[in-house]
């Protein structure tokens, strides 16, 4: 049975169907909202109305509570991110009149065909 969740606030430009929804039950403390307890998944999401902040999930697992904190993750298998190409040629070059440092750099390789 189809299951609708409205939102008040815009949703996620980066939302889309397939996604996988979950929730966090949020409590107060201090002022705060803080989480009171672990991820539970929601579902997939199968229709998203961004005119009316409305998603459809298909087969909901659980139910939010009021005041959930609702979140969304991306199937890794369709959207992977890296970068592409043989080679990466870097140059760092300070032209700062004061003495700096460079804190880290980082790098992501992949073996891509065999």
Do not use: C, H
């Given at each position: 049975?189809?299951?609708?969740?409205?939102?008040?606030?815009?949703?996620?430009?980066?939302?889309?169907?397939?996604?996988?929804?979950?929730?966090?039950?949020?409590?107060?403390?201090?002022?705060?909202?803080?989480?009171?307890?672990?991820?539970?998944?929601?579902?997939?999401?199968?229709?998203?109305n961004?005119?009316?902040?409305?998603?459809?999930?298909q087969?909901?697992?659980?139910?939010?509570?009021?005041?959930?904190?609702?979140?969304?993750?991306?199937?890794?298998?369709?959207?992977?991110?890296?970068?592409?190409?043989?080679?990466?040629?870097?140059?760092?070059?300070?032209?700062?009149?004061?003495?700096?440092?460079?804190?880290?750099?980082?790098?992501?390789?992949?073996?891509?065909?065999?």
């Amino acid at each position: 049975m189809p299951t609708t969740i409205t939102f008040t606030n815009p949703l996620n430009v980066s939302l889309q169907i397939g996604d996988t929804a979950y929730y966090v039950p949020t409590g107060n403390s201090g002022g705060f909202k803080i989480n009171s307890s672990s991820v539970v998944e929601i579902g997939v999401v199968t229709a998203i109305n961004q005119s009316t902040n409305v998603i459809t999930i298909q087969t909901q697992i659980n139910n939010p509570p009021s005041g959930a904190f609702i979140l969304f993750s991306k199937d890794n298998k369709a959207n992977l991110s890296s970068a592409l190409g043989y080679f990466a040629e870097v140059k760092f070059r300070n032209s700062s009149t004061v003495t700096s440092e460079l804190f880290s750099v980082g790098m992501d390789i992949f073996e891509s065909s065999k």
